[in-house]
């Protein structure tokens, strides 16, 4: 797996979102701190941040690297910057994270607060995606044989959904939502083919042991998830980092299942992009059947019951 991308100004909060489900006790402290009041974090001294989070100095020096950075200095020069930026953009601290939502809220605010945090994910996932590492991964599956998608329950959406948009450009993409069906699969990979495990947490078995598969048969993996420090990115030579926040009634698979989708919308501009004469033929050929097929269905005489 290439190194961790580096810690921005303008990633810094998705990377500790992004993060937080895989730190210990004592550095997720201080990463919800960040969270919190980030201008705070900024302006306190590594001596005052151990006092008022009862948290040494050294897991705060660890943390700072988790998430990027040498040291604890260069993570409030970011703190700092990112607050700044927030200001300016006229976005308090409730807009770098969303308010969660409340059995007895009104459907405005559901309405206000679900659309809110969508739109932190799709922000927050843009800022930390790699154009390198979507290069990569995009590189790759131009030049696949085959490409096989792993995801269950909701990542088993945006699985199908890949491969659909795959299919439709020319490739030949399949999505496995059974563990059994996928073991299947994976085994029968190649070099040359591709793998891509979709988990927001980068913990789900029944992803994991086909990746394990793929990677050992040889196949290009890539990991579509939330945690950049989970077991699938830590198994795949590619990683593509979503985001998105868990709230009460938002649990991790629908917090997430927006900014992936963003994700594969990349990855199929990507390839549609570099075979551009061919997907555009798919695209057509594709169009005209299922226009025709449509036009003929609305023709055809209904039987009588």
């Known amino acids: 797996m290439s190194d961790p991308q580096r810690s921005t100004p303008e990633n810094l909060v998705a990377r500790v979102r992004a993060v937080l489900p895989s730190l210990t006790p004592s550095a997720q402290i201080i990463a919800r701190l960040i969270l919190d009041d980030p201008a705070t974090v900024a302006r306190s001294t590594i001596t005052e941040l151990s006092a008022t989070s009862a948290i040494s100095e050294a897991t705060i020096v660890r943390t700072a690297r988790v998430l990027g950075f040498s040291g604890y200095a260069q993570l409030r020069l970011a703190l700092a910057a990112a607050a700044a930026a927030a200001d300016a953009a006229r976005k308090g601290p409730d807009r770098l994270v969303p308010g969660d939502l409340g059995p007895d ?47 269950v329950a909701a990542s088993g959406l945006v699985a199908a959904d890949m491969s659909q948009k795959l299919l439709r450009i020319g490739l030949s993409a399949h999505a496995f939502t059974d563990a059994h069906l996928a073991l299947t699969s994976a085994v029968l990979l190649r070099p040359g083919d591709v793998a891509v495990g979709v988990s927001c947490t980068g913990e789900t078995p029944d992803v994991l042991e086909p990746m394990r598969r793929a990677h050992k048969a040889g196949a290009a993996t890539v990991a579509l998830t939330n945690n950049p420090r989970s077991a699938l990115a830590e198994l795949c030579d590619h990683v593509l980092i979503s985001a998105g926040r868990e709230t009460t009634f938002r649990p991790g698979a629908l917090a997430s299942r927006i900014s992936q989708l963003l994700v594969v919308d990349y990855v199929f501009v990507g390839v549609a992009q570099r075979t551009s004469e061919v997907s555009n033929e798919a695209l057509h050929a594709t169009r005209d059947a299922i226009d025709q097929f449509t036009s003929e269905s609305r023709h055809r005489p209904r039987r009588s019951s």
Do not use: F, H
Not at 123 to 140: H, I, M
């Open 105 to 151: 809220d009104p459907l405005s605010d559901v309405i206000a607060k679900v659309t809110r945090a969508e739109a932190q994910a799709i922000e927050d996932t843009a800022a930390q995606l790699s154009p390198e590492r979507l290069g990569e991964v995009v590189d790759a599956i131009t030049a696949a044989r085959r490409v096989d998608v792993y995801g």
